[in-house]
Structure formats: structure tokens, C-alpha cells
């Protein structure tokens, strides 16, 4: 268009609104937004059938019987006791490894850390260790935890495993929360005569502690999700006896372990029936996981 | 280190700009340096990880090529994966390509489905939706990211391969079959493209938005010609990585797509990938010194390598976006 005058070119605008040419493009702009809400609606109708399918086959499969047992070669009376119990008690240590350590790292980092290559060594390194897939963390628990240091295919071996697996992202969700604690905090303590320790102890990091927290049961939640992994450094697919957290050597397994023992058998009651209610079991788990991790950010975390 | 006179007085990282050096000056008491010294130790695990998966990768990797029966070339150029034979006999092929192959069929497979739908959503969300579409929208797909693959892989089994094999009939599309995991690892990586990719969207200037309108642009003509591009290098990025846990992604695979390394470009045969074949490898009692157990850290370290030069050309693409506004 060459448009020489302003009253033109209004006059041209005023044209192309009227004209046929708008009805055109309005159509093809509906058409285009109509075709990125479907796209996006996908993967959420996705998730759905997912839900439906678990929901449809496992909870006539879910009951005490289920929950109690241990697993059995007749799908009938097979269970989840182990997986129960092993999960539980891979959570429980992989917490006690994992959120003292990423916690400290991230207050290092954060709060005391120089401006130096070492430091800058630390970041870069905690960003390339989240994209390491999570059977590659399972190859370094066989060779190191089982091999080298002699645990064996342990239950110590596993959660180590798992807690080096959520290092980076417990270190992420700890700096993010300790940095949305205002500079003025620092600055009164420090003017009151406490030392730049005393102060991360008593004001920083309990003032970022609900964010910790809730960083720290999110990746403890991807963590009891992991099969992977605990696979790979020896977890036992069909076990018959329960873990305790301070049974550190004993033998272990864990739930996503026997979801995953139950879907590779041959039979149909296996596959659908069992599979779908120990699913139906660890889903819920994550969602209250999930839950308490939101409640938690939204009730105590402080707004500055 | 050095150039600081004490341990316990140091400068604060982060934003430069609202943060001055916090030096007092005075020496920190013993305690306070031993647990300042604790914490950095916490950073050094970190480290320390990568430093043991590297070594563990290559040591173990190097010992399963030193075997008399296995060699370099082989493993590169072989199209046959058979480690489980015995090894003074034909039955016994280590090239690593059908297992490459199986990954690189899975992968591309997933990216069909997770590019256009990621790509569709970032944009949905980032320049359409209204607030309370987008209050579901987000915490679905975050919902979505959080199912443990375990879970994704029965639903591949269970649900996705009838389906197929409804569509495009029984004798076509086989019960183990890359396309059944493919779509649900495509379905899977969705939220991370999308999230990463809306990111991208929004930190596009407004300006340019405004601009854009200004000229007469109708919606559609910003989102695709000014949005978009200029979101360009952290879509990118988000691609990148979404490849890259395609390729590391284990569970679904090892569910779906069966256990038979093949050379096949058909979506409806099986293959096994390369993280498939070390759960099945892990579930033998192989120990160190035995070929199985070498041959599953060879391809670990096939594996990492080709997830880490695929992190970092994310990372480059992502400081590149950030730089750009």
C-alpha cells in the first residue's frame, strides 16, 4: 500500500475493517486460536484418560487384602505390603541425605558463597546434573554404592542413590526461597552485632523455611516415583518381607518397582487388575505429597 | 579464596546490584569457620556427583573395551546387538547402532507428538488464554509432568497399543511396538516444552507486542511473526531439552517398546532402546568383571554424552535469550 496522506491511508484502514478481506481474517484467527486451545487440550484429555483407566481398573482390584499382602504368583492374592514398606522407607533415609545437604549447599551458595571459579563451578554443574537421566544416577549407585563401598543391593544403596538424584533440585528450590529473603533482614542482623553465620541460622533460613520444605517434599515425591534408578542398583522385583528404614543392608524394593514387576508379567489380571490398583496407590500418594507441598507454600510462606 | 583475608567475612553472590559486600573485617570464631567450611562441603557433593558419574561411565566403559572380544570399531559401526551370547561365537554381536537406532526411532516419534502440541500450548498460554483457562491449564500439565514414567509405561501398554493396534490391526502393529511409546513419551515431554517455551513467550517484550498491533497485526500475525521468532532461541532450548529426555527416558520404553534391538524405521515393530537394554541387562545377576555388566556402562556412557552435549547446547540457546532483552 502506498499511502501518501493520513486521510488516505484512514480511509484505507476504514476499508479493510468493512471490507471482505476482515471477514477473512477474522475466520482464519478463530480457526488459528480454536487449533492452539485444542492442541493444549490434548495432553490435559491425555492425563484424564489416564486418571479414568486407573481409576477403572484398579479400584475394583484395591482392597485391604491388597494393601497387606505380600506378592503371590496367583494375581488374585498378590499385594503391595513390600513395595509399601520399602517405599516408605526409601523416602524416610533419602530425606535424611538429601535435605540436610542440598539445604547447606544451598545456603553456602547463596549466602556465603565468593564470586569465584569454584563457585561458578558449583552453579553450572547443578544445572547440567538435572538433565542426567535418572538411570545414569542408577549406574553410579551400582558402581559406587553396591560395588565399591560394598553395600550390596541395599536399601542404603538405594536411597543414596535416589537422595544424590534430588540434590540438584532440592539445592534449586532452596536458593529460589533464600533469595526472595529481603537484603534488609541480613543487614539488621549483621547491624546488630550478629555474625553473617549467626545470621543465616537464626534469620535467613527460617524465614525461607516453608519454601524449603515445600522444595524439599516435591522432590522427595519425583523420588518415590523413581523406578529406574533403585532398578538399577538391585532393587527386588518380587520381594517377600518388609523394609524398615534402619534395616540400612537389608535387601529392598519399593513401589514403582512392583507396578513395574506387575506390568511386565505375561498374564491379563496382572496387567490391568494389580497394576492399575498399585498405580491407583502411589498416584494418590503423590497427589497428598503434592498437596501438602502447596498447602504449606500458600499458608506459611511469607509474602515480603 | 586467599585474596579474602577471612573465611567468615565474604562477599555475597547474586543480584550485584541490591547486594554490597558484607566484609566486616573481624575474624570469624574456629566454629564458625569449621561449619562454613561444612557447607561449602554440601556444595562439593555436588560435584563430587559428577565427578563419580563421569569416572564411573569412562573407567567401567574402558574396561568392557580392553576385553579381547570387544572393540571400538565394532561397537560403533556393528548393526547387530547380541551381548548376551558367548562371546567365542557368532552369537555374540556388540554394535551398539540397533540400540541407537531403537532410541533415535522412539525419540523422533516422541517429538512428532511433543513439538506441534508443546509449541501450541506455550503459545495458547502464553498470549490466549484468559485467567481462569489458564488457572486449569497450568496445573494440569504440571500435574501431567509429575506421573511417574512407571505409571506412563502401563498406560502405553495398557491403553495406547490397543488402540493402535485397533486402528491399524493386529497383524500390523505389534504388542511391543515404538510408536505406543513413542506417543505417550511425546505426551510426556509436552509440559516441559510447553513450560520452558511460555517462558520464552513472555519475556517478549510488550513493546514489540503494541507495535506490532499497531501496524494493524491481527492476533495471530504477532503471535507467529513477532512472538515466536523473538522467543525463537528459548523455544530452541526447550526443544533441546525435551530431545534430551526423550533419549534418557527409561521406564516407558523398557515397558512398550519391547526388548528386540532391530535396525527398523517401522514405528509398529520393536526395538530396544539403549536405556531399555540396561534394565533388562540389570535385571541378570551380572557383576563387575563380567562382560554383561561392562557392556551396560558403555552404553550409560554413550547415553550421557549424548545428554550432555544436548544440555549444553540448551544452556547456549537459553543465555542467549536472556541476553536479547
Same mark, same amino acid.
Request: hydrophobic share 35%; net charge negative.
Given at each position: 500500500m502506498a499511502l501518501s496522506t493520513p486521510q488516505r491511508s484512514a480511509e484505507a484502514a476504514a476499508a479493510v475493517l468493512a471490507g471482505s478481506a476482515s471477514a477473512g481474517r477474522t475466520r482464519g484467527e478463530r480457526v488459528f486460536a480454536v487449533l492452539l486451545l485444542g492442541a493444549t487440550a490434548v495432553s490435559v484429555l491425555v492425563l484424564g484418560l489416564l486418571i479414568a483407566q486407573v481409576l477403572l481398573d484398579g479400584l475394583a482390584r484395591l482392597d485391604l487384602q491388597f494393601l497387606t499382602s505380600y506378592p503371590s504368583r496367583r494375581a488374585a492374592r498378590t499385594g503391595i505390603r513390600a513395595g509399601i514398606t520399602g517405599s516408605l522407607s526409601l523416602m524416610v533415609l533419602t530425606a535424611a541425605v538429601a535435605f540436610p545437604l542440598g539445604v547447606a549447599a544451598a545456603v553456602y551458595l547463596e549466602e556465603?558463597? @565468593?564470586? %569465584?571459579r569454584f563457585t561458578r563451578l558449583l552453579e553450572a554443574n547443578v544445572a547440567n546434573l538435572a538433565g542426567v537421566p535418572s538411570v545414569v544416577y542408577g549406574l553410579l549407585g551400582s558402581a559406587v554404592f553396591v560395588y565399591l563401598f560394598q553395600m550390596g543391593r541395599s536399601l542404603v544403596a538405594g536411597a543414596l542413590t535416589l537422595a544424590l538424584l534430588i540434590l540438584p533440585v532440592i539445592i534449586v528450590a532452596s536458593r529460589e526461597s533464600l533469595r526472595a529473603v529481603p537484603q534488609a533482614i541480613r543487614h539488621a542482623g549483621l547491624a546488630l552485632g550478629a555474625t553473617p553465620l549467626q545470621v543465616a541460622a537464626r534469620q535467613t533460613v527460617p524465614s525461607a523455611l516453608p519454601g524449603i520444605f515445600t522444595g524439599t517434599i516435591l522432590a522427595l515425591s519425583r523420588a518415590v516415583g523413581e523406578t529406574a534408578p533403585i532398578l538399577v542398583v538391585g532393587a527386588v522385583l518380587s520381594r517377600r518381607s518388609d523394609n524398615v528404614p534402619? &534395616?540400612?543392608?537389608d535387601a529392598f524394593t519399593g513401589l514403582p518397582i512392583q507396578i513395574y514387576d506387575f506390568v511386565s508379567r505375561p498374564q491379563a489380571d496382572f496387567r490391568e487388575g494389580a497394576a492399575s490398583a498399585a498405580i491407583l496407590v502411589l498416584l494418590t500418594v503423590l497427589l497428598l505429597m503434592n498437596s501438602v507441598a502447596i498447602v504449606l507454600r500458600n499458608r506459611y510462606a511469607r509474602r515480603w | 579464596m586467599s585474596e579474602h583475608p577471612v573465611i567468615g567475612a565474604p562477599v555475597l553472590v547474586g543480584? @550485584? &546490584?541490591? !547486594?554490597?559486600?558484607?566484609?566486616?573485617g573481624g575474624r570469624p570464631r574456629r566454629g564458625e569457620q569449621l561449619a562454613m567450611a561444612l557447607l561449602a562441603l554440601a556444595g562439593a557433593v555436588t560435584v563430587l556427583t559428577t565427578v563419580g558419574i563421569v569416572a564411573v561411565l569412562f573407567f567401567d566403559a574402558a574396561s568392557f573395551f580392553r576385553e579381547?572380544?570387544?572393540?571400538l570399531w565394532a561397537f560403533v559401526?556393528?548393526?547387530?546387538? !547380541?551381548?548376551? &551370547? %558367548?562371546?567365542?561365537?557368532?552369537?555374540? !554381536?556388540?554394535?551398539v547402532l540397533p540400540l541407537l537406532n531403537g532410541t533415535l526411532l522412539v525419540t523422533g516419534i516422541a517429538m512428532l507428538i511433543a513439538i506441534p502440541l508443546g509449541l501450541a500450548s506455550a503459545m495458547y498460554l502464553s498470549e490466549y488464554a484468559p485467567r481462569r483457562v489458564r488457572a486449569v491449564l497450568k496445573p494440569a500439565l504440571e500435574l501431567l509432568a509429575g506421573v511417574p514414567t512407571v505409571v506412563l509405561g502401563w498406560f502405553a501398554v495398557d491403553f495406547m497399543t490397543p488402540v493402535l493396534r485397533g486402528a491399524f490391526g493386529d497383524e500390523r502393529v505389534a504388542?511391543? %511396538?515404538?510408536a505406543s511409546a513413542g506417543i505417550v513419551m511425546g505426551i510426556m515431554i509436552v509440559p516441559t516444552i510447553a513450560s520452558l517455551s511460555e517462558d520464552a513467550m513472555s519475556a517478549v517484550p510488550s513493546g514489540l507486542r503494541e507495535a506490532a498491533y499497531g501496524l494493524g497485526s491481527t492476533r495471530r500475525r504477532v503471535v507467529l511473526s513477532v512472538v515466536f521468532p523473538a522467543a525463537l532461541s528459548g523455544v530452541v532450548a526447550a526443544i533441546i531439552l525435551g530431545i534430551g529426555r526423550a533419549i534418557g527416558e527409561t521406564m516407558i520404553v523398557a515397558i512398550a517398546a519391547g526388548g528386540m534391538p532391530q535396525m527398523t524405521a517401522n514405528p509398529f515393530e520393536q526395538v530396544q532402546t539403549m536405556t531399555a537394554y540396561i534394565v533388562q541387562a540389570v535385571r541378570g545377576e551380572a557383576g563387575p568383571g563380567s562382560l554383561t555388566y561392562e557392556s551396560i556402562f558403555a552404553v550409560g556412557a554413550l547415553l550421557f554424552l549424548m545428554t550432555f552435549a544436548l544440555n549444553l547446547a540448551a544452556q547456549r540457546f537459553v543465555r542467549r535469550y536472556r541476553e536479547a532483552y
Open positions: 556465603f558463597a @565468593p564470586d %569465584n534402619w &534395616g540400612l543392608l | 543480584d @550485584p &546490584g541490591d !547486594r554490597p559486600p558484607m566484609s566486616l579381547p572380544v570387544v572393540s559401526t556393528g548393526t547387530e546387538w !547380541r551381548p548376551f &551370547g %558367548n562371546p567365542e561365537s557368532d552369537a555374540f !554381536r556388540i554394535g504388542i511391543f %511396538n515404538a
